[in-house]
Structures are given as C-alpha cells and as structure tokens.
C-alpha cells in the first residue's frame, strides 16, 4: 500500500492509478416550459458513496456529454439557480455497454404557487442523518450577528456554563471547526468573538465511530463553515451591526474560483466587539474561630480587535486523485478593564479593597495542512492522507492594584507577564475498502506532538522599581505525544445494519513546573471499542443500540499550575497532576424512518475532570479536579414543528440525572441531581417573503460538579428578508429578549459556603446585510477534515 501510495504521488496521470476508457454519458435538460436549458451545473458522481468524477454545463441546446468513463454505477446531479436541484436514479457503464443516453430531464422551479401562498424550498432547521443530528443555522434569522458561541447554543440540550460546554448534563464536548480547530486555543473564548456569518451548519456527533479521536465522551460538534460551491468567480459580503449595553460590528467577504479541475477560496473577516462580565461572590468563612464574610463585585468590560483569515485550494489531479492545500490565520488584540470591589465583615469591623486589573493581550497563530485523496476504482476504495502543522504565540501583560478604600496611601501594584508558544504537528492516513456490496472495512492511522513553553514573571513596584519575585514566577513546559490506529466494519443484513470498530491509542506526555519543582509523566495504552446495531421492527420504526468508549484528557492550560491573581483573596490555577477521564456509554433509541425521536442512554465515568474550588486560609481559589465516578442517565424526546406550509421546527426535552462521588479536599463528596432541558425552535413564512424565527430554552435546576446551579434560560427572535433575487438578505436578530440568562449558584462543602451570581451582554439587538455576487451555478463542495482536531481544542493558553 505504501509502495502504491507513492506512486500515485509521483505518477498520478499513469495508468496504475486510474485506467482510461472510452466509456460516454450523454443526455440533455429542459427547462420547466420544455425547453433547452443552457448553461446548467452537471455533475457525474459514483453512486455507491457519491464521490464527485466530472462536472460540465449544458450547451445552448441543453445538451451535455462526458467522455472517458471507465465502468462503474453512476449517477447525475443537476442544480442551476431558480430551480431544484436534480438527482437522477444510479445507471451502469460496463465493458459490453460503455455508453449511456439518459433520459431528457426537465427541471422544476424553485419557487411554486400552492392555493395562493408562496413556498420557497429551504433547509429544516433541525436534520437527522446517519449518525449525527444537523443543526442549519445559516438560513436562521435569530442568528445574524451573533457570535458562534451564541450559535453553538443551538444545539439540541448543549449547555454553556462558566465557560465550559456540556452535553445532556455531562461535560467533555469536543468541538470542531471544518474538522480541526485550527489555530484556536481556548475554544469558548474564541468562539466568543467568532462571527457566525462564517457558519452553514454543525453537525452533532454523540456515539462517533472508532475513525474519530477517542475524546469527546459527551460528544463532537462540528461547525462546517460556509464555501461556495458555484462555478466560475464568485463570492459573498456581510455587514453586520449590534448594540446591548455597548456597540458592536463585525465584516466579512468570502471569495471562491472553480473552474475545472482546480478550486481556490478564501475569506477574510474583522469583528469589534465591547462586552463585559459581571461576577457576585458572597462566602462565608471561619477563620480562627472568628465567622468571617466576603463580598465581591467584580465588572469587567473588555474590548476585542479579531481578524481571521482562510486561503485554501483544491486540485483535481485525475478524475481519482485530488490535492488540497489550505491556511489559516488568526490575530486578536484584547484589552480588560477589570475593577473588584471586595468588603470583608471580620466580626463587624469592615474592610474595603478596591482591585484594578488592566490586561493586555496579543495573539497570532497560523496553521497550515496539506490533503491528498486517491479514489483506488470506482467500487468505493479510497485513500486518504494528512499532514498539519499550527503554531501559536500569546503575550498577556496585567497590571494589577489593590487600594484600601480607608486609606489611599496604602496601595498595592503588581504586574504579570505571560508569553506562551505552543506549537502542534499532526499526520493521519484512512483507507476504506467494500467488501461486497453489503459490507465495509475501513482503517487509519494518527500521530500527533504537543509543545508548550509559557512563562509567567511576578513583579511588585516599589520605591526602587519593579522587582522580581520568583516565588510567585514559573516556568511550565508539555509535552505530549500520541500514536493511534483503528479498524471498522459496517455490515448490513435485511432489516439489520452493524458498524463495530476499536481503537488504540498510545498517550505519552511530560509536564514540568519550575516553581513547583515537579515533572509529572505518564505513559498510558488504552483500547476504545465501539458498536451501534440498528432492527428495522416496521418500515419507519425500528430500534438502535449503541456502545462507546471514550476519553477526555485534561486541556493543556488546566494542567499549567502557574497562579492568576484576581484580587486579594480570589486566585486561580491549574492542577498538573489531573488524570484523563474516560467514559463507557451505552444507549438504545426508538427510531422513526431511521431518526431517533427517544433515547436512553447510561454514561459512567471515572476521574470526571470539573472545575473545582478550594479555600487557602482568607482566599478562595478555582482549579480543576478529577472526581471519582459521575453517573449519568438520561432520556431525550425530539419532535418536529411543522404546521402546513408556513411553520416548521423542532422541539424536544432531555431529562437527565447526574451523581458525583469522590473523595476531596480529604473528605467525601456525594451529590446527585435531576434535572431538565426544553428547548425549541420555529420558523413561520410571513407574507412579503419575509421569515420569522423564536428560539429559546429554559433549564432546571442542576449539579455541576462541587457547583449546584438554579434554573435559567433565553428567548430570541429573528426576522429575516431576501430581496434582489434572492442574492440579499437583510436580517434583525433580538438574543435573550427577558435577560433569563443570568446564572445563580452555590457551593457548599465542608468549610465553604459560596453563593455567586454572573451575568453578560446576552441581550442584544442585532443587524445584519449580506450580499452573494458572481456566477451562481452551483457544484457540490468538497468536504474534508484535517488531522489536528482534538489537540488544538485542547489547548488554552489563557487565563482570565
């Protein structure tokens, strides 16, 4: 395999590659009053895993015509805008037939006139398809202008809380963008920033199959960006505006060229935003037999500068081999303000401090993967091979001062720098091969490496200057490596489908701090089975079985044990001794024409990582812990909204049960909970082609960890209208419209006793104009993923 792969590379236009015939399609189109219908998208594909041969335009005369087809079972895909798109039935081109007339196809309007209302063809919000749920969010008027963490949420029953993601109740969501995350690090903050123009949809993988990496044991999210699949030059622009308590606006423009057999595009965009957070903590402590209460008020507004950029490109090298080349970049520029107001009772004497802590941060990192594909016949054998490459750098700088409210002379300045590089290499194969025509068998390999290098230098300004204290300083250094292998079966029967697949994967990291005087290794094999087993009962119901196992290693920066002083008695840091988490899941679903609509499942998971908080004589601190065990159980109901022609959606609820029990802080933790989400989302046509969209969630009362929280949830709406051809849309958006956002809990163990309150701009008004131009003929886009998906997620350089 080696040997050929290699020379597929050096000699693809040979015959050991690809063989060449002089097997002919032909055939014309009409249009919908029968007549010639010129210049329309044709597109050849394979009709076993629709992998795309040849594309040409119909002639004047509606006519089109491929030449040098080998034998095999094929079938066309027509699409010209202001018609529905055209998928023929499969035909077959054999050595005793290698031609082939089709039948004259007459293509059908868009757009059609039922009793009076026009209907416009357009995506259901909500899809299900094999193995994933598909959530549209690029036709979604209460989307425009949000960012893509306003987007995420979305998502059936995810969860975003102290910024960490959660799923059906149970963190270790992994997310992916265009199947890599690229150059990001903490995934939440830069989602924050991100704008959702860029985004056509994400898919909702919650039992991936041994193919994928191991993490994300309460599942994957993809967001696929948008890429124009029209031919010729083209393109799109998006302008957008939006105010809650500060303005904001963010611009966009995509361009693509397709012609033949090679595919350029890129994008670029720039988002201003000014936000802010606000966070109430009120604890109560003892401290030397004396009762003790803090009182903190902390706002912290903060501007960010983001520009991304994307420049890719896809080579057609033969008909069977295609090349792909594509580079990100991203640069952003922030700045914290941030101001605590502390007051601390010792026994009716009360302290003031006041906390001003001005952040400076600058981020650059590009990432770079190269993508080759090999279609071995047209039976469905297939080669595919990656290599990426991201480097990342950040250099924060905060100066901090502490000033008694009682006493201005009695002041505290301190500063901390913290540059940090990370730099991430990746490499996988797949290759997939039928056995039969009921069966098959796929296999891949990955390696990848982790290295980080982050600094952090303490200094206090006295009369002499800023000086240095390496107590507080640190050096911490990762690193890691991780080889995998894989092998799946999907086999079908009448009636009964099977896909099982086990994955190895071997995890070698080091992590060393300076200040702590600490090297932690560890050097660990383990095995990821996999199984999901659909009946058919009737012709739409049937049922679905599912296993998994599945693993979370800690992100880099909560492992990094470097301090973040937030004001005097409030710190953070990360615990460089976590453990990966790894999960065993099982589920059974009640299908109806394949889509699940009530599932069951059981999750258990050992050393579960969750943020935890600690209490260090007057200060309180936050870090990450692993938990003994957390079972889950949980049960979900989806259901569609569709009401005639003119509403469409979804519903749904998830119902689900978490039990924590660990030993910490020495003592025994036990909590259980349960809790619901209900979610839904609806579009309704409005005359004058105009859509309106309500979306909204609300969720109950919940354990999170050492954190019980209390019920909240959003409301929004959209309205959106298309004008000039439909190449314009204008769309105003209105996010958590009552402000139900805001998030309440406690923790209480052992001594502590936390109550805290936070609260963002979620409440917006938002507009936002986009405009397509060029050609408009569309052609499927080429869809693939890169090999840094799970590492890049993982890493999170800062803190805040």
């Known amino acids: 395999m080696k040997a050929l792969f290699a020379l597929c590379l050096v000699a693809a236009p040979v015959a050991l590659c690809h063989a060449q015939s002089a097997g002919r399609v032909t055939g014309r189109l009409l249009d919908e009053r029968g007549k010639p219908l010129p210049f329309a998208t044709v597109l050849l594909q394979q009709a076993q895993d629709s992998a ?169 999210i993809n967001i696929i960006l948008k890429k124009d699949a029209a031919l010729g030059t083209n393109g799109s622009a998006t302008l957008t505006a939006a105010y809650g308590r500060f303005g904001k606006g963010a611009a966009t423009l995509d361009l693509n060229h397709r012609r033949k057999a090679l595919n350029v595009f890129g994008n670029y965009g720039y988002t201003y935003r000014k936000t802010y957070e606000q966070l109430n903590t009120d604890r109560a402590a003892s401290e030397a037999g004396q009762s003790v209460s803090y009182a903190q008020r902390s706002y912290q507004p903060r501007t960010s500068h983001v520009h991304t950029a994307r420049l890719g490109a896809d080579y057609r090298l033969s008909p069977r081999q295609t090349l792909g080349v594509l580079v990100n970049g991203y640069a952003v520029g922030t700045a914290v303000a941030a101001e605590n107001q502390i007051e601390v009772d010792r026994a009716g004497e009360l302290t003031r401090t006041t906390t001003r802590n001005r952040i400076d941060r600058r981020t650059t ?84 490496r982790v290295a980080i290098d ?75 089975p996999s199984l999901s087993v659909d009946k058919a009962l009737t012709k739409q119901l049937g049922v679905n079985l599912a296993y998994g196992r599945r693993i979370d290693r800690p992100s880099y920066q909560d492992l990094n044990p470097s301090i973040v002083y937030l004001d005097p008695y409030s710190q953070q840091k990360g615990n460089p001794f976590l453990k990966p988490q790894f999960t065993n899941s099982y589920k059974a679903a009640l299908t109806y024409e394949k889509q699940p609509v009530l599932q069951f499942s059981y999750t258990r998971t050992a050393n579960a990582i969750n943020l935890a908080t600690g209490q260090q004589d007057s200060v309180l601190y936050s870090t990450t812990a692993n938990f003994g065990r957390l079972d889950n159980y949980s049960a979900t109901l ?142 499927a886009a080429r869809k693939r993923n890169t090999g840094l998906e799970e590492e890049r997620g993982r890493v999170k350089a800062d803190k805040e």
Do not use: C
Not at 758 to 765: C, D, K, P, W
């Open 454 to 528: 982050s600094r952090l230098d303490f200094a206090r300004l006295t009369s002499a200057g800023w000086q240095p204290e390496p107590a507080r300083s640190d050096h911490f250094r990762y690193q890691e490596r991780i080889s995998a292998a894989y092998l799946s079966l999907d086999q079908q029967w009448t009636g009964v489908q099977l896909q099982a697949g086990l994955r190895a994967e071997h995890t070698h990291s080091v992590a060393t701090s300076v200040a702590l005087a600490k090297t932690v290794r560890r050097d660990y094999l383990q095995l990821f």
């Open 365 to 448: 990192s590009y990432a770079g993967n190269l993508n080759y594909k090999l279609a071995l016949d047209t039976l469905g054998r297939e080669l595919v091979a990656d290599a990426d490459y991201s480097r990342y750098h950040s250099g924060s700088t905060s100066r901090l001062t502490n000033a008694l409210a009682d006493d201005d002379r009695t002041t505290q300045q301190l500063r901390f720098e913290q540059p940090t590089d990370i730099e991430l290499r990746s490499a996988k194969a797949d290759y997939r091969h039928p056995l039969g025509r009921t069966a098959k068998l796929a296999a891949g390999a990955k390696a990848s």
């Open 638 to 779: 989806n259901f569609p909204l569709n009401l005639g022609q003119r509403i469409s959606g979804f519903g749904g609820t998830n119902v689900f049960y978490n039990e924590y029990r660990s030993q910490y802080l020495g003592g025994e933790y036990r909590n259980a909970r349960l809790s619901a989400m209900f979610y839904l989302q609806s579009k309704v046509r409005l005359p004058q082609r105009v859509n309106l969209e309500v979306t909204g969630f609300y969720h109950t009362a919940g354990v999170n960890g050492l954190v019980n929280f209390r019920p909240f949830g959003m409301l929004g709406l959209g309205l959106q209208k298309s004008f000039w051809h439909e190449l314009a849309q204008l769309r105003v958006s209105a996010s958590d419209v009552l402000f139900t956002g805001k998030q309440r809990g406690t923790v209480r163990y052992q001594d502590m006793d936390v109550r805290f309150f936070t609260q963002n701009e979620s409440q917006q008004v938002r507009v936002s104009f986009s405009y397509r131009f060029g050609n408009q003929q569309l052609l």
């Open 52 to 220: 795309w041969v040849k594309v040409e335009l119909s002639q004047p005369d509606g006519s089109f015509g491929f030449a040098g087809i080998g034998p095999g079972r094929y079938r066309i895909v027509v699409s010209m805008m202001g018609y529905r798109t055209y998928r023929s039935m499969p035909f077959a081109l054999t050595p005793a037939q290698p031609a082939a007339t089709l039948p004259e196809v007459q293509l059908a309007a868009a757009t059609q006139q039922l009793r009076g209302v026009e209907v416009v063809a357009q995506k259901p919000l909500l899809e299900m398809q094999a193995g994933k749920m598909v959530v549209n969010v690029a036709g979604s008027p209460a989307a425009a202008g949000a960012s893509a963490l306003e987007v995420l949420q979305k998502v059936p029953g995810l969860l975003v809380l102290n910024d960490r993601l959660s799923l059906a109740g149970r963190e270790g969501v992994i997310v992916l963008i265009d199947g890599r995350t690229t150059q990001y690090t903490d995934v939440v903050s830069v989602l924050k920033d991100y704008p959702s123009s860029s985004i056509e949809k994400m898919e909702v993988m919650t039992q991936p199959g041994a193919a994928y990496d191991a993490a994300g044991s309460a599942g994957i």
